[in-house]
């Protein structure tokens, strides 16, 4: 079956359900009106790991029209409900731009006198190189105000990869010749049969791989976004899927992975089977142990292990049993890791907390 020329599998009954659930879920979807559009979804800075040393990061989340592949007739993935955020019809151009100046002038300044080196994130809850969302207008406007700033040493946008074309990529190329530009792709996971049944993503394995090719042609880095515990995974299944996720992605030698332990979103077949009781986001104990299995430190030189998780220590997010010492505890580990990208962190004995033993009994069940 085919997909926007990219060579697929889907599950049919896994789609249409996760149709069926966002079409309900639109119903009490915010329409937005010409002064939302003209603002972005949020922004903001905080420390992060840059390549080479610790920094901070500047996000801005755009509002465009949505991701085609959510809008599409195949419903789009299973954990995600950034639709709701979408504003199903085009953005005008002049609104896009008045949502990246609004946020880039309230922290320019702060950046320029700012003694940290910044990598700059463009999220738009789609793909940034599609046309549909955001026009090349628009593309090329951003690409001149972040080239002049000199502090702003990496700068990342999001795609899925049937957007990830040769042209793009060389126009990013011909802009950004001194700064390192890296494109995030949801691969969720090397294996295709989770990938297309649990997740319902769209594409394969083999398409990702032409993909990295490509941006490697171009000198362009990718960031892999992997899923931790997809739907209908326990915590034993989620580390095995996550490890051999890690170890081939480290093989294939991209530039970051980045984390997303499953947090619940609203309107999706998640957070449906969720209210049921049929899933519980993961233990920050297996993602403790996923990185301890998959990683050397070695490995940690030639890539960038990254998580921040949403929802952390919250019901809806990744967590231990909620009680705050544990969750904090767990969160501080997995931030000093992040920025320091040194393993032994993991060892840190942080908050022994009672909940460790019901992690063990339950983890193979649940
Ligand atoms: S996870 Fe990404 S590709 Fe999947 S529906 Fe959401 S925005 Fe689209
Ligand atoms: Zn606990």
Not at 10 to 16: D, G, I, T
Not at 44 to 60: P, V
Not at 193 to 198: D, F, K, Q
């Amino acid at each position: 079956m085919k997909a926007n020329n990219i060579s697929s599998e889907f599950n049919r009954v896994l789609s249409e359900k996760i149709k069926f659930i966002q079409q309900n879920a639109q119903k009490r979807k915010s329409i937005y009106g010409e002064e939302q559009l003209k603002r972005p979804v949020s922004f903001w800075t905080k420390n992060d790991r840059l390549k080479n040393e610790i920094g901070k990061e500047f996000t801005i989340i755009l509002r465009t029209k949505g991701c085609n592949w959510a809008l599409g007739e195949w419903g789009g993935c299973s954990m995600c409900g950034y639709f709701l955020d979408a504003n199903f019809e085009d953005v005008p151009a002049t609104h896009l731009i008045n949502q990246f100046d609004y946020a880039f002038n309230d922290k320019i300044n702060a950046l320029k006198q700012d003694n940290n080196n910044y990598i700059l994130k463009i999220f738009n809850s789609g793909s940034f190189l599609d046309e549909n969302e955001i026009p090349k207008e628009v593309r090329k406007y951003i690409y001149n105000k972040i080239l002049k700033v000199a502090k702003i040493k990496e700068f990342v946008i999001e795609s899925r990869i049937e957007h990830i074309t040769s042209e793009k990529l060389e126009e990013l190329r011909e802009f950004f010749d001194s700064k390192y530009i890296e494109i995030a792709i949801g691969l969720e996971t090397v294996n295709d049969y989770v990938r297309s049944n649990y997740i319902n993503k769209g594409f394969l394995f083999k398409d990702f791989k032409d993909t990295l090719k490509r941006c490697k042609e171009y000198g362009i880095g990718v960031k892999v976004y992997l899923l931790f515990k997809p739907l209908f995974m326990n915590e034993h299944a989620a580390i095995d899927d996550c490890v051999r996720s890690i170890k081939t992605l480290i093989e294939l030698s991209v530039n970051s992975i980045s984390i997303n332990p499953m947090n619940i979103q609203k309107g999706t077949l998640t957070e449906y089977l969720w209210f049921q009781n049929r899933y519980r986001p993961p233990w920050f104990y297996s993602l403790f142990k996923c990185l301890k299995k998959s990683l050397t430190q070695k490995n940690l030189i030639n890539v960038r292990v990254l998580s921040d998780p949403s929802g952390a220590g919250t019901k809806r997010g990744i967590h231990n049993c909620l009680k705050r010492d544990c969750e904090n505890s767990a969160k501080e580990i997995l931030k000093s890791f992040v920025l320091s990208q040194n393993l032994s962190i993991l060892d840190q004995k942080g908050y022994e907390c009672t909940c460790k033993k019901k992690y063990n009994l339950q983890k193979v069940f649940y």
